[in-house]
């Protein structure tokens, strides 16, 4: 079956910086588009970044671009997101996701940025 695996998440201070890592099983890794979102309380979802299959073009929200960085290792299984000079308003459970068949989701991990 499908597992999509986050890890890393913290508390970090403002201007702090953090990677996430999100292992995935069960799918075909290097063959499908993997993105990170992100949700905080009261808001909706929201996508934060996009990595096609080989790793050779992405995107990013407005409001991350210059900061996070969004990429992945296929050996691995991988897909990563170095989140730099965070800011409160980063602060946010961040799943994330492919578009594998219907759609899988991670089970999500908590970023806190406070001082």
């Known amino acids: 079956q499908v597992q999509l695996v986050e890890s890393g998440g913290g508390l970090v201070q403002p201007g702090g910086s953090l990677r996430l890592s999100c292992a995935a099983s069960?799918?075909?890794?290097?063959?499908?588009?993997m993105s990170w979102y992100r949700q905080a309380p009261g808001k909706q979802r929201e996508l934060v970044a996009t990595?096609?299959?080989?790793?050779?073009?992405?995107n990013y929200a407005d409001s991350v671009k210059g900061r996070f960085t969004i990429s992945r290792d296929n050996t691995k299984n991988t897909v990563y997101l170095q989140m730099n000079s965070l800011k409160p308003e980063d602060q946010a459970v961040y799943y994330c996701?492919?578009?594998?068949?219907?759609?899988?989701w991670g089970q999500g991990t908590q970023v806190t940025v406070s001082s």
């Open positions: 996701y492919t578009s594998y068949k219907s759609g899988y």
């Open positions: 990595i096609t299959s080989a790793g050779g073009s992405t």
């Open positions: 069960g799918f075909t890794f290097s063959s499908y588009r």
